[in-house]
């Protein structure tokens, strides 16, 4: 007999209602694996046919992995329709896949967070989509969202607009409903506002990043490659382009840096257009309250809604390189979309200039500004704590030279890029210490911290569910400790390192209303104690006569 606590894996409810039919993806598909497999064997057969390259001959071996790998991909995409269903029943969707191992899958309606509309090229040229359906999966524990690669655009609309009706998800029938008619409501419905549209302008603020210099790399060696097996002598072209002799190896380096640069450029560039492209931010109406909706893409298309109830706040990153600019990246804190997806679903903007992004962050929060307050500064000895941690980084290195000095690997000299690197440490370090900053701002959290990423963090205080209190050894000998911020959205905790021992109890407790309360030691007369002045106030500020000491803190039951 099972005990009451265990309940059943399957859940017994409209999961397995028998009306609730199983559907296939849509047959476009496999009209869409035809195409692949003659588009993969098309090079193989103009260079047979029109250039009469010998079947036998290294330089065909390229187009035959090229031809297999896109025969193998587009017959494994038709097995994998042949074996797909899905279903959407009153409580759940779904999914019941594979060949040789077959995975089934259900998730509950009422968990579902986000429902997301991706499209391809070749997706687009069959009007077919890809539906994403998650649940607030974390993609570093090997999770992922449910997809249904493929169904038509109709069907695709209709299952967004009826999965996000939480209402009624338990009143509606089995079976699937009609999808033109949801369709044609989802893409009649006009935006409420618009906050956000494309701008071409913004290109430069994506033209340069290292991975400018990867993709140009793997792209040039990726060519080589090619060229090469197919024949084509690229070092001899390359090598009679300039006198490389009379160069020098100095104009050969320059030359090639600058060339890997602007091709690296060139193609973050094209990159921006091809997934900006058409960009929309857009506040829509839902079922249940407002959602924030962004549409982007050139060549592949993708929709992705945010429900703005659940939206706890917004976070704005300034890359180290392009601070100068003052260009930022934006997302959104909520609750169920992954943050660590490669198509960063909590992205509400390209990267772009700071003053635009703020201005979308205000509206996105409901007009309110949190910038109007300027973010405190922290104390001096927040930067000595850094320029010490530089220090010792620098001596590091410096020691590790000398060892490898005296082993004979290199010479002597070398020590001198360990005194070239430290004022470069110190700068870091005071360009880290220039970072910090906080403010407690009407009903919002405001923090500030990073050196290769300055993130200003800005957060519901009514989210904050738990506030930690840390101190290292070094720490407390500058006085200083360290508040973490902990909510249920997105990457569940926000840090604020090296605060005024003597203010952090404060901070935290008007971070978060009410969380330390149990914690706190009143004085004897009743009056409000000391910790719960607002940071900032007039007056000689003791000791923090609280409760919270220790590397943590924390009431339970807020965990």
């Not at 609730?20 to 692949?36: F, Y």
């Not at 857009?282 to 959602?291: D, F, I, K, P």
């Not at 890359?319 to 679903?345: F, H, K, N, Q």
């Not at 930067?383 to 010792?392: D, E, I, Q, S």
Request: with cysteine; hydrophobic share 50%; proline share 7%.
């Amino acid at each position: 007999m099972r005990p009451p606590e265990q309940a059943p894996r399957r859940p017994p409810s409209g999961a397995g209602t028998p009306g609730a039919p199983w559907q296939r993806l849509s047959t476009r598909v496999i009209w869409v694996d035809l195409v692949q497999s003659v588009a993969s064997l098309l090079p193989a057969v103009v260079a047979l046919a029109v250039f009469g390259v010998a079947p036998g001959s290294g330089q065909l071996w390229p187009l035959i992995g090229f031809a297999a790998f896109g025969v193998l991909g587009a017959i494994a995409d038709a097995l994998r329709w042949a074996f797909t269903r899905y279903r959407i029943t009153a409580s759940h969707v779904e999914v019941k896949t594979g060949v040789f191992l077959r995975v089934e899958r259900s998730i509950r309606r009422d968990r579902i967070r986000n429902v997301d509309i991706e499209a391809r090229p070749r997706h687009r040229l069959f009007g077919l989509r890809v539906v994403n359906i998650g649940a607030g999966q974390q993609a570093a524990e090997g999770e992922s969202a449910l997809a249904l690669d493929a169904v038509s655009t109709a069907d695709a609309r209709a299952l967004q607009d009826r999965l996000l009706r939480m209402t009624d998800a338990t009143a509606e029938p089995d079976g699937a409903a009609p999808a033109g008619e949801e369709a044609t409501r989802t893409e009649g419905t006009a935006p409420l506002a618009v906050l956000a549209r494309f701008r071409p302008g913004w290109v430069v603020y994506h033209m340069m990043s290292v991975w400018a210099y990867v993709l140009a790399l793997g792209f040039g060696w990726g060519i080589f490659w090619l060229l090469g097996s197919s024949g084509v002598d690229v070092t001899g072209f390359v090598a009679g382009l300039l006198d490389w002799e009379a160069i020098g190896w100095a104009g050969t380096v320059a030359i090639a840096f600058l060339a890997v640069t602007l091709f690296g450029v060139i193609g973050l560039a094209v990159n921006y257009f091809a997934e900006y492209g058409n960009f929309e931010l857009a506040r829509v109406r839902g079922t249940e309250g407002t959602l924030l909706r962004t549409r982007q893409g050139l060549f592949t298309t993708r929709e992705v809604n945010r429900d703005e109830s659940r939206i706890r706040g917004v976070q704005l990153s300034e890359p180290l390189l392009w601070r100068w600019l003052r260009a930022c990246d934006t997302s959104v804190i909520t609750t169920g979309l992954s943050m660590w997806s490669m198509a960063r679903p909590a992205a509400v903007l390209p990267r772009g200039p700071v003053t635009v992004a703020r201005r979308v962050a205000a509206e996105v929060l409901g007009g309110e500004s949190p910038w109007a307050v300027s973010p405190k500064a922290h104390p001096a000895a927040a930067l000595r704590r850094r320029l010490w941690w530089a220090t010792l980084f620098t001596a590091a290195v410096g020691l590790a030279l000398l060892g490898t000095a005296a082993a004979g690997l290199l010479p002597y000299t070398a020590l001198w890029a360990a005194a070239a690197l430290w004022p470069c440490a110190l700068g870091a370090a005071f360009v880290a210490y220039r970072a910090l900053g906080h403010a407690v701002t009407g009903p919002y959290l405001v923090m500030r911290s990073g050196l290769v990423h300055r993130s200003t963090t800005v957060l519901r205080r009514s989210a904050v569910s738990t506030i930690v209190i840390r101190e290292s050894l070094l720490q407390r000998r500058l006085g200083l400790r360290s508040v973490s911020a902990m909510t249920a959205a997105g990457y569940g905790g926000y840090d604020l390192p090296d605060l005024d021992a003597d203010e952090s109890v404060a901070f935290a407790v008007h971070a978060a209303p009410g969380v330390l309360d149990p914690f706190l030691v009143r004085p004897r007369d009743g009056a409000p104690p000391e910790d719960e002045r607002p940071p900032g106030a007039g007056g000689a500020r003791p000791a923090p006569r609280s409760g919270v000491s220790g590397p943590a803190a924390a009431p339970p039951g807020n965990t």
